[in-house]
């Protein structure tokens, strides 16, 4: 069955250490996107991309990093530089339009958990 | 630009009740808007979508919204709540652009009681 699986599902994190966050998706979608969920809000968007190797920063990338060298694969980095990385992140996938636009809902994994140990 | 308000972080229904659940849009373009269910530790999964075929749209699990343009509003309904309605549901609106980004709503806890 096609889908998006994100790993892993738990990841700690140590002070000063960047973590790397796995999107895999095999709809043969052109758009993926990274969201931060925290408790009683709703979703964030960290970073998009739209085509292999091109990406564009969301409303909080502040302490992001992320990479699209194929078109199935889209990871996040957690860096150092983001204080407050505790949250729920969420992988999703959109196919586009010859166009360049979508209205096609999104296509979500299962997130992946990061806590500070 | 575009927005999502949900009114009320938190609903609590009865078993066997109504449920409604609010969502009121802004778009200066006809919007395409979607509601969508999340369960605990679990991602996002589409519920029902609108792209303007038809202003009444059933979605899965027996839930239903409808389009209002002139209220602004996209309400999901379900006559008859089950226990396993219990979740978080998301109101989002996307706008045909070539950023394909969907905007959520802050999202609405539904809690059902015995």
């Known amino acids: 069955d096609g889908g998006i699986t994100q790993s892993p599902k738990y990841l700690f994190r140590k002070e000063g250490q960047n973590v790397t966050l796995s999107c895999e998706q095999n709809l043969n979608h052109d758009a993926m996107y990274w969201y931060r969920q925290d408790p009683g809000q709703g979703l964030r968007l960290i970073y998009y991309s739209q085509i292999v190797n091109d990406f564009q920063k969301g409303d909080i990338a502040e302490g992001y990093s992320v990479s699209r060298e194929k078109k199935e694969s889209f990871p996040l980095t957690v860096t150092s530089a983001q204080k407050n990385p505790t949250a729920f992140y969420l992988c999703?996938?959109?196919?586009?339009?010859?166009?360049?636009?979508?209205?096609?809902?999104?296509?979500f994994g299962d997130g992946t958990r990061l806590s500070i140990l | 630009a575009q927005s999502v308000t949900q009114l009320g972080s938190h609903v609590s229904v009865s078993e066997g009740a109504l449920v409604l659940l609010r969502c009121n849009y802004s778009s200066s373009v006809p919007p395409y808007l979607f509601w969508y269910v999340q369960y605990p530790n679990q991602g996002l999964q589409l519920l029902l979508k609108y792209t303007s075929a038809a202003t009444l749209v059933k979605g899965i699990n027996g839930f239903e919204a409808e389009f209002k343009k002139s209220e602004t509003s996209f309400h999901l309904t379900k006559p008859s709540a089950h226990m396993s309605d219990a979740a978080e549901y998301f109101c989002?609106?996307?706008?045909?652009?070539?950023?394909?980004?969907?905007?959520f709503g802050s999202g609405t806890r539904l809690s059902i009681r015995p």
């Open positions: 989002a609106v996307s706008v045909y652009s070539s950023a394909s980004k969907i905007i």
């Open positions: 999703a996938s959109t196919p586009m339009s010859p166009t360049g636009g979508s209205n096609q809902p999104q296509h």
